[in-house]
């Protein structure tokens, strides 16, 4: 029962600042909340969601990695990326999206308890090449919500028609910068986290992780491909919107699409994959 108390708390902190965030976008008149107070709420609602994943994911039993665990624990990540780099950056507009889906995981994950545990006795090479896939993968989830928002400001820019939503948002050139600098961590931190996932692939077809490996390096290509061509080409606004978002959806398939098969359809959600992160 107090862990599903503390999972509303923690999903009402998510949604209050992602509504003050949404406040500060749209409303043009009355009160508007300070941006810190967003922030701050957010990370009430990170400690919170921190204490929810100590007393559901780590137990004496090793690290429990189900789906419903996983997904909230990805979800703090990318929540923890996100409120820290607002402190100097601005990027609190993104919380407008991942806030909501965060506090979405937590319900899930307070409701809905799997089991799939990563044991204790895992090497601690395996345990970082996880790390860095949850890095990764977060990383390029603020990158894929950075675009949405960089098209929507460039459709309006372009159609001459720029709402209250779109004037607070900073220039489009720093938006792109941003979009820029979170897809070249990303790929860096993926592609650390394939180099280190190969070393576990004895027999690839045996553990069930062809499509989880195939999709994977696709991903990384096309992420590559786009940072290849904004060096070598300066692409940029529309192209680079379409490739973040296709390399995101490529990286959903692998990261999750593949778990979920695998612990729903193919109810192998009981055994640990060494690397079911990859």
């Not at 107090?2 to 749209?26: D, N």
């Not at 896939?133 to 820019?157: E, G, N, P």
């Not at 919107?241 to 009981?270: D, H, P, R």
Request: proline content about 3%.
């Amino acid at each position: 029962m107090t862990h599903i108390l503390l999972a509303y708390i923690a999903t009402l902190c998510y949604l209050a600042s992602a509504a003050f965030i949404g406040i500060r976008l749209f409303r043009k008149e009355g009160w508007i909340p300070p941006r810190a107070l967003a922030i701050a709420i957010g990370f009430g609602g990170l400690l919170l969601h921190s204490w929810l994943l100590w007393d559901g994911v780590f137990s004496h039993a090793g690290i429990n990695l189900g789906f419903y665990h996983a997904l909230a624990l990805t979800s703090w990540t990318i929540v923890a990326l996100l409120l820290i780099s607002s402190l100097n950056k601005p990027v609190d507009n993104l919380g407008l999206i991942l806030l909501p889906a965060a506090a979405l995981s937590l319900l899930l994950e307070a409701h809905l308890a799997d089991v799939g545990f990563m044991r204790e006795s895992a090497s601690a090479a395996l345990k970082i090449h996880v790390l860095l896939s949850m890095l990764a993968y977060s990383l390029l989830t603020l990158a894929a919500v950075q675009a949405i928002l960089l098209a929507v400001q460039d459709h309006h820019l372009r159609n001459r028609h720029p709402t209250g939503f779109v004037r607070t948002l900073p220039p489009l050139q720093t938006m792109e910068s941003l979009l820029f600098e979170m897809i070249s961590a990303g790929f860096v931190l993926l592609t650390l986290a394939l180099l280190s996932g190969f070393a576990f692939l004895e027999n690839m077809f045996a553990q069930h992780l062809v499509h989880k490996t195939v999709l994977s390096v696709l991903a990384w290509l096309v992420f590559g491909g786009l940072l290849v061509g904004r060096f070598r080409k300066g692409w940029r606004g529309r192209t680079a919107i379409v490739w973040t978002l296709g390399g995101f959806l490529i990286l959903i398939l692998a990261y999750f699409g593949s778990k979920a098969v695998l612990q729903f359809v193919l109810q192998n959600g009981s055994r640990f994959y060494y690397n079911d992160w990859l």
